[in-house]
């Protein structure tokens, strides 16, 4: 509660929606008059960076930009939790608007600032952005630091990292072609999704296993669980444009070529739909493309 409001001001990190970030905007600017009217200024800064973040997923970088400007025109020294979080989304919008070489001098600056400050899932976060901003050996080595950090601490919200950062670690090893430790590092965040409970992220989390035993060769079981992922997704109503894809692979691996057309068009229908992909992986959906003929 804010003492000169005797307001409760709400926990906007529990009001995300990172697969609607629209909506998730329109939740913090619904905020943003009691945050100014709390004269809470970490607070409301605070707020604005996430408003930030939801912009940069959108892929409104300018307004993004903007945003955090007005952060920095808030700051002031003992803000250091603001601080941190308007470094970390800026370069976030740096690194998702094609600039990760300018991205990574605010993430390795947000982790010396946060474990300064004793922020360990800021400090978490901004280690494992640098790793994504990162590649190979140092990108592990940054995903490793972020790890340590998230095991050993004693706050809750550091903690919850450990699925995601397994994930990561595991797509790190995969890129580098070390497979059969990259679905030990998947299987480990299974489990902890699992205990979790969350049936999305225990989805996803199915789906990077069956990606690494697909790699590993064993497509009959990556085939079976993604078939099992798609039927899911069915009953939902949702249209699981990676699943399709994969389904595609595997089918066209085992040399089931007429069975995997369908799947592939039903991928580049659904995928080239997503911005970043058209951006970043044109050659990708163009392949789907071809394949899905």
């Not at 919008?93 to 991205?103: E, F, T």
């Not at 489990?191 to 990606?211: F, H, N, Y």
């Not at 669980?225 to 085992?254: D, F």
Request: contains cysteine.
């Amino acid at each position: 509660m804010d003492a000169s409001t005797g307001q409760d001001l709400a926990d906007f990190d529990r009001l995300w929606d990172y697969d609607h970030p629209g909506k998730t905007e329109q939740r913090f600017r619904e905020l943003l008059p009691l945050a100014v009217a709390s004269g809470n200024t970490a607070y409301r800064a605070e707020l604005l960076t996430q408003i930030a973040r939801t912009l940069g997923l959108q892929q409104k970088f300018d307004e993004a930009q903007r945003t955090l400007d007005e952060v920095d025109a808030l700051l002031a020294d003992g803000l250091a939790r603001p601080r941190i979080r308007c470094l970390l989304e800026r370069g976030r919008v740096l690194n998702s608007s094609g600039a990760p070489d300018r991205a990574r001098p605010l993430f390795v600056e947000a982790w010396e600032q946060a474990q300064q400050a004793g922020e360990d899932a800021l400090a978490v976060d901004a280690a494992h952005m640098v790793a994504i901003v990162e590649e190979g050996q140092a990108a592990l080595d940054w995903n490793l630091k972020a790890l340590h950090l998230a095991e050993t601490s004693s706050q809750e919200r550091a903690r919850k990292w450990l699925a995601s950062l397994y994930n990561n670690i595991g797509w790190t090893y995969h890129d580098m072609g070390q497979y059969e430790v990259a679905l030990d590092t998947f299987q480990k965040a299974l489990r902890l999704r699992v205990s979790d409970g969350s049936p999305e992220p225990i989805r996803i989390a199915r789906w990077c296993v069956a990606r690494a035993l697909r790699s590993l060769g064993r497509v009959e079981e990556a085939l079976a669980m993604q078939q099992a992922l798609l039927e899911e997704a069915a009953t939902a109503g949702e249209k699981p444009g990676y699943t399709y894809e994969e389904l595609g692979e595997c089918l066209l691996l085992l040399d089931r070529q007429a069975e995997a057309a369908p799947y592939f068009a039903q991928a580049y229908a659904v995928l080239s739909q997503d911005p970043w992909l058209a951006r970043n992986e044109p050659e990708r959906l163009n392949r789907l493309k071809e394949l899905g003929a």
